[in-house]
């Protein structure tokens, strides 16, 4: 596998470092999102909450994950979902 160094001098495989797109949002442009933060063993129940998207990246093999900012509990969280805890 190959490497690349970053600007920190760690070396890490390439294939972090294969994505293809991404796209951030900025204050006011943060598009509104749910997420979903548990499913039951079913895959059936779930748990959405409104948020807002930050950022989403299309990697290389086609799959997307999702940056969101949301409130729980009057908190405000920053997490990564994948495309289908996302709508």
Same mark, same amino acid.
Do not use: K
């Given at each position: #596998? $190959?490497? @690349?160094? %970053? %600007? !920190? +001098?760690?070396?890490?495989? /390439?294939?972090?470092? !294969? *994505?293809?797109?991404? *796209? *951030?949002?900025?204050? +006011? !442009?943060?598009?509104?999102? $749910?997420?979903? &933060?548990?499913?039951? %063993? =079913? +895959?059936? /129940?779930?748990?959405?909450?409104?948020? $807002? &998207?930050? #950022?989403?990246?299309?990697?290389? =093999? +086609? @799959?997307?994950?999702?940056? !969101?900012?949301?409130? &729980?509990?009057?908190?405000?969280?920053? /997490?990564?979902?994948? #495309? $289908?805890? *996302?709508?």
């Amino acid at each position: #596998m $190959e490497t @690349s160094e %970053s %600007s !920190a +001098g760690v070396r890490a495989p /390439d294939r972090l470092n !294969a *994505v293809c797109h991404y *796209v *951030v949002y900025g204050p +006011g !442009a943060m598009p509104r999102v $749910e997420v979903c &933060l548990a499913t039951g %063993s =079913d +895959g059936i /129940d779930a748990t959405w909450t409104p948020g $807002e &998207l930050r #950022m989403h990246t299309q990697h290389e =093999d +086609g @799959s997307r994950t999702f940056t !969101a900012q949301y409130r &729980l509990q009057g908190r405000l969280l920053i /997490d990564n979902f994948p #495309m $289908e805890r *996302v709508r």
